[in-house]
């Protein structure tokens, strides 16, 4: 199990934390013939041997670096505007199950190398995976609804203000998960919904207020369910 949180964590780091918007453009203009494409399979594969710490891995991470260019460039070269969301999702659950398959594989060995305490990579990667990576899959689920509305005030705040308040709320739920204070979310949604009347009473939009609606609850139901995820695989090692 914690070789595929590892791989998890290198794979979110690859995919999201470490992948610039200009990579991802370029990749979609040039296809196979980005140079980028190449690089950012190299970092995966990088990125999964030194994770998984131990010599005898790096076959596996040569593997896995092979099989994420090869759902990337399928994806890269089917996927059109429309189709974006779905195969955004399909190349996600795709890499999952390399992963999966991987850490299958590679089960009737041990890692001696633990560069910390187990409990560490499965806390890191809660983190990571609620940070950057969700807000890309909650604005990828909810951007066919979004409002006209929600474009014409953007010049009334702040750059990328929503996208870093989500991160932020998320990390406070989970924290208030992992240290049994369930009370304090409610007060944060309620914090969070006093703020935001004033906004969607004036703007009078019925379709905002289900679209704010909607990514706050996808919002703090993906932390949620991270972070009970999280506590019950800390659990299991004590």
């Given at each position: 199990?914690?070789?595929?949180?590892?791989?998890?964590?290198?794979?979110?780091?690859?995919?999201?934390?470490?992948?610039?918007?200009?990579?991802?453009?370029?990749?979609?203009?040039?296809?196979?013939?980005?140079?980028?494409?190449?690089?950012?399979?190299?970092?995966?594969?990088?990125?999964?041997?030194?994770?998984?710490?131990?010599?005898?891995?790096?076959?596996?991470?040569?593997?896995?670096?092979?099989?994420?260019?090869?759902?990337?460039?399928?994806?890269?070269?089917f996927q059109e505007n429309k189709t974006k969301r779905i195969w955004f999702l399909a190349d996600q659950i795709l890499h999952l199950i390399v992963l999966a398959g991987i850490t299958i594989l590679y089960q009737n060995k041990s890692i001696n190398l633990d560069w910390f305490d187990n409990r560490f990579w499965i806390l890191v990667t809660?983190?990571?995976?609620?940070?950057?990576?969700?807000?890309?899959?909650?604005?990828?689920?909810?951007?066919?609804?979004?409002?006209?509305?929600?474009?014409?005030?953007?010049?009334?705040?702040?750059?990328?203000?929503?996208?870093?308040?989500?991160?932020?709320?998320?990390?406070?739920?989970?924290?208030?998960?992992?240290?049994?204070?369930?009370?304090?979310?409610?007060?944060?949604?309620?914090?969070?919904?006093?703020?935001?009347?004033?906004?969607?009473?004036?703007?009078?939009?019925?379709?905002?207020?289900?679209?704010?609606?909607?990514?706050?609850?996808?919002?703090?139901?993906?932390?949620?369910?991270?972070?009970?995820?999280?506590?019950?695989?800390?659990?299991?090692?004590?």
């Amino acid at each position: 199990m914690i070789l595929f949180i590892k791989l998890l964590l290198a794979h979110l780091l690859g995919d999201f934390i470490w992948q610039p918007n200009s990579w991802v453009a370029d990749k979609e203009a040039k296809k196979h013939k980005s140079i980028y494409l190449y690089l950012h399979i190299l970092l995966h594969g990088v990125l999964a041997a030194i994770l998984a710490g131990e010599i005898q891995f790096i076959p596996y991470a040569i593997l896995i670096a092979v099989t994420h260019g090869i759902i990337d460039l399928i994806k890269l070269n089917f996927q059109e505007n429309k189709t974006k969301r779905i195969w955004f999702l399909a190349d996600q659950i795709l890499h999952l199950i390399v992963l999966a398959g991987i850490t299958i594989l590679y089960q009737n060995k041990s890692i001696n190398l633990d560069w910390f305490d187990n409990r560490f990579w499965i806390l890191v990667t809660g983190i990571l995976l609620i940070t950057k990576p969700t807000s890309i899959f909650i604005k990828i689920i909810i951007s066919i609804w979004s409002p006209e509305s929600s474009t014409t005030d953007s010049d009334h705040s702040l750059a990328n203000a929503g996208n870093y308040i989500g991160i932020l709320e998320r990390l406070f739920v989970f924290c208030f998960i992992l240290t049994g204070h369930f009370e304090a979310i409610g007060f944060l949604l309620a914090a969070k919904s006093i703020f935001r009347f004033g906004d969607l009473k004036e703007a009078k939009d019925r379709k905002l207020t289900e679209y704010v609606l909607i990514g706050t609850l996808l919002s703090f139901g993906i932390a949620i369910l991270t972070g009970f995820i999280v506590q019950a695989l800390l659990l299991q090692l004590l």
